[in-house]
């Protein structure tokens, strides 16, 4: 990677309060949300300034307070914090939300400061369309665009988020929501679909099987790191994308080779994050650790 101290990345994302069962145990009121964890894993790469908002009730800040996290972005409103449950099955992939409190998410319009306007790579991690766009509305210098979405809201608002789509270089979602986006089947069929709504780049997370990059009609797949044991899996599609944007950045080039790379760090990412609840793996991550992680994948897939 590139000795030049990155430039920051600009992250609008979610901040909230979780409960998580799964076959290990439970964790109650815990650090949460798509931009925590996305900021949380991708500052150990790169610096991030965070777009969020949290209630007058947070009271967490010591677990985001990094040396690369800039919290300027994030509003402190009168109400409550977003708050979500939910309980894994013994297949560790399926899962049941308890229930969701959108609090001060739910009016709340992201207002980018001044000081990180002139940032150049956005992520814009998975909230509602319209405060995407009101993020890239006000970033006239970005020319990095990589945004996340859910099933949410490609059933509820597919206009705005096809033009989210339309802007973004990166388009980071799973195989479900790439059939539900396009109505194809076939996954190959669904990832020539999505270039064709404008990325270039299109990552598909497929869980504990890893994930494909697709440039163009280039395909990269990379497998999921074998665990003995996955603790919890909230938020390792976030921490994947920020080992992926966070590797670019700190490399400080794009190209296919770079991208391939970044997907490895991505699933690495990943790896550590269900390793225990919440954020607390990769609060203690070092990039040491990630880094050796990433050539143990060298080891996985290597063949004569």
């Known amino acids: 990677m590139a000795n030049k101290a990155p430039e920051p990345i600009v992250l609008v994302g979610t901040i909230g309060i979780d409960t998580v069962i799964t076959p290990f145990g439970k964790a109650e009121n ?18 991030v300034n965070f777009v969020s908002v949290v209630g007058e009730d947070f009271d967490q800040w010591p677990e985001l307070e990094r040396e690369n996290i800039d919290l300027e972005g994030v509003a402190r409103l009168k109400g409550k914090t977003f708050r979500w449950g939910g309980q894994y099955r013994e297949n560790i992939n399926l899962r049941d939300t308890l229930f969701t409190e959108l609090g001060v998410n739910e009016k709340f319009a992201p207002v980018v400061p001044e000081s990180y306007r002139g940032c150049r790579t956005v992520c814009l991690a998975n909230v509602d369309p319209p405060a995407q766009l009101n993020v890239l509305d006000s970033m006239p210098n970005a020319d990095f665009v990589v945004s996340d979405t859910m099933n949410f809201w490609i059933k509820q608002d597919p206009d705005t988020l096809q033009e989210v789509i339309r802007r973004s ?11 539900q986006l396009t109505g194809k089947l076939n996954l190959l069929e669904a990832l020539e679909s999505v270039h064709r709504l404008g990325p270039s780049t299109v990552v598909l997370k497929k869980g504990e099987h890893g994930a494909i990059l697709a440039l163009g009609e280039d395909f990269f797949a990379i497998p999921g790191y074998p665990l003995r044991r996955v603790v919890d899996p909230t938020g390792a599609g976030d921490t994947f994308a920020a080992g992926f944007v966070g590797y670019l950045q700190r490399a400080g080039f794009r190209d296919p080779e770079s991208m391939r790379s970044a997907a490895v760090y991505g699933s690495a990412m990943a790896s550590f994050c269900c390793e225990d609840f919440s954020i607390r793996r990769i609060r203690t991550l070092t990039l040491k650790e990630l880094q050796e992680r990433v050539e143990a994948f060298r080891e996985l897939v290597r063949f004569a």
């Open 30 to 47: 815990v650090l949460g949300g798509s931009g925590t964890y996305f900021a949380v894993a991708a500052s150990i790469l790169a610096p």
């Open 169 to 179: 270089d990166v388009l980071i979602l799973n195989d479900d929501e790439a059939r």
